[in-house]
């Protein structure tokens, strides 16, 4: 089987001596080894906390073109966490009750699907457009939930900013000052705060086009902005750190429940990135990384062209790991789809689309797309599991021109 | 200040040319390397559930001096999680609503207090003897609960049951079998299981008497008992590994969970676990260890010897790292007491015994005991802290005597 599904990142591009040096380096020393081995602060090693908000000041400045606000970016706004996963699922526990509402992307990350479900929490999908959500569609979402009392319960909208997980598509900076305007105007509306949950989890998997600055960056916002990023995907995904940059308040309960959920990110795993940050070996890989990724996407991009035909739309990723793929409304792709059945007996697997949207009784979610991921798999397995696929699509395609509807509900 | 507050583990413990060598062979293998970097399943390396299983059949199989039953200790019923805390966060998530009632030990771990809160649930306290819970206790408050109709809401009895923080006392075989019986018992009263969560975080810091079998051993009740273990006290706290043992039910439960919270334990760190276990050099380390805090409780008992009156009572400690001392009820030692005031005037810390008792309004808690912590401070530390509690302690003795009421609540 050719998994097109997996998020896994690349096994080559995994630093295996660059992560013994630096661990040897970290354990060589009897001061910083006895640190790295032994319980930390709850909310982080210091100079963790200090290298991350410098790095995410230098990016924000670069990608600005200008200096935001530095006090954002102080080491004590910072939080580090097993993953950024792990970031977004204490800001849930943390903010939201049973029964509020959190608006997402539509489609959005899956995962993060799951946590709001675990917490009883509604979820309320905004269509995006190429360059991030659609404002208009969030601001009559909002205007909605105001109509009918319920923005007392939104408690943030969750937004992944950076090659989203799974279309690939990056917010326009201009967006997410809009967007913090709509929040805060419906905020005051509401009685609240309501967050901007920031995920930039791809933000550093980045290989063609320039770098947006993140919503800190709008400025006048910074205590409806939660910011998260992670080192695990870029780095390795076997050393578990992330990292979100909070408003004081949030950033005190997120870290109270840290304590509750592990006491604090094993120190052993901060140490090594903070040293990989420090020598330069992390920014040393990244180079790599990219254009690792980058000839990846091409290979995949190279197959699409080949392989699809022309009704299946799709856009050449500029980084992250996925390519998101919209067939004709004739051609169902989901869970239960002629498509994916097909797909998995030419041995070939993707996600289909439908997983991506969240359970919104109030809109009718799409089935007709597939997140196709050149993350994990090698060349080899690229191209071939694009042909099959091309294959399974062009014969189902020809069958729908035919008049024989494809199993599989359309929507 | 010297804290003999702080639970922290010895730094000169901490075994930094071991995990040196140990990384170093981990990522010297392409094959091994590359999934010490990459993301694992979420339930944990399946080398070290299998090396976790196999350790814990043998102790049990030692110290019952018989064979357990095997399956019991099979890989599938492992969950390997970031320290055992967190396995105790996501048990009490995935069991625990609000207002159900979770049985602790009068006194327990106060950490596990806090999860307990966050999750909005309603702890019972159950007093101790010098060999675990007071039987005739437990069955009278399940008895009341029962009477009282709140039987339905029991999810759990939580024990720590080896070389309890903070008491320092081990849970005898005979008890565990006994408090099971009693959980069967009512459990079918409830209507439901009422698990026993058996805390066994400090088992290996064991430096004198025989080992004791885990309620696991007691065979028949194996549905409702979880194991919570822990490799990161004994090998290096910032080494965040530990594990479950869990009935099927509860550990797909727990499993879900885990997934959400952080996608599974960082590879990396269960790979150094998965070497140091499998190439023998984590016992090794653990008989330095016992050695190390075998001579740090006697230098502590030592000084108790000495500087403290006889009205004060302890006991000298054979695993762990705490040496429970009460006082006399006259003497009060909580937070807003004149001896935590002395002392901290005296520059010595030690975590006041109140704080260890759950917030059980249907009894009153001692306020008159103090957990001292040999663990983390060296030898001159303990010694000079202890005389110096000594004295504040002789001190407020001697006004008390005079008819001087000290200032602070009784209870």
Redesign the interface.
């Known amino acids: 089987l050719i998994s097109l599904a997996a998020g896994?990142?690349d096994?080559d591009t995994?630093?295996?001596?660059e992560?013994?040096d630096l661990?040897?380096e970290v354990?060589?020393s009897?001061r910083v080894?006895?640190?790295?081995?032994?319980?930390?602060p709850t909310e982080g090693l210091p100079a963790l906390r200090r290298l991350t908000g410098e790095r995410l000041l230098a990016q924000d400045s670069a990608a600005a073109g200008a200096s935001p606000a530095r006090e954002l970016y102080q080491p004590e706004r910072v939080l580090i966490t097993?993953?950024s996963?792990?970031l977004l699922?204490l800001v849930t526990e943390c903010l939201c009750d049973p029964g509020d509402i959190v608006l997402v992307e539509d489609p959005t990350y899956f995962?993060y699907l799951?946590?709001l479900q675990?917490h009883g929490v509604r979820c309320r999908g905004v269509s995006m457009e190429t360059d991030g959500l659609d404002l208009r569609r969030l601001e009559s979402r909002l205007a909605a939930l105001k109509r009918r009392g319920e923005l007392g319960r939104v408690r943030l909208l969750y937004l992944v900013s950076y090659y989203q997980n799974p279309t690939g598509v990056t917010t326009h900076f201009a967006k997410k000052t809009a967007v913090l305007d709509l929040l805060r105007y419906y905020g005051r509306a509401a009685g609240h705060t309501i967050f901007l949950l920031e995920d930039a989890a791809y933000r550093e998997l980045r290989f063609g086009g320039p770098d947006v600055p993140s919503a800190l960056a709008v400025g006048p916002h910074a205590q409806r902005v939660i910011y998260a990023g992670t080192y695990s995907k870029p780095f390795?995904?076997?050393?578990?750190v992330g990292f979100g940059l909070l408003p004081d308040l949030v950033r005190r309960a997120v870290e109270r429940?840290k304590?509750?959920?592990?006491?604090g990110?094993?120190?052993?795993?901060q140490?090594?990135l903070a040293r990989a940050l420090a020598t330069g070996a992390y920014d040393r890989h990244l180079v790599e990384l990219r254009r690792r990724y980058a000839g990846k996407a091409e290979w995949m991009a190279q197959a699409l062209r080949r392989h699809f035909p022309p009704e299946v739309c799709w856009r050449e990723p500029r980084g992250g790991l996925y390519i998101w793929a919209a067939l004709p409304r004739s051609l169902p792709s989901g869970p239960d789809s002629l498509l994916l059945e097909r797909a998995l007996a030419a041995d070939v697997l993707y996600v289909p689309g439908r997983l991506c949207y969240a359970p919104d009784p109030t809109r009718r979610a799409p089935n007709q797309e597939m997140r196709l991921s050149f993350g994990n798999a090698g060349e080899q397995d690229i191209r071939t599991g694009i042909r099959r696929l091309g294959e399974v699509i062009r014969t189902l395609l020809t069958r729908v021109r035919r008049g024989i509807r494809p199993a599989g509900r359309p929507h």
Chains 1, 2 share one sequence.
């Open positions: 896994f990142t096994p995994l630093p295996l001596a992560a013994r661990l040897s354990l060589a009897p080894g006895r640190s790295a081995l032994q319980y930390g097993h993953g996963q792990q699922y995962v799951g946590i675990s390795a995904t076997g050393v578990r429940v304590g509750n959920h592990d006491f990110t094993a120190s052993l795993l140490h090594l």
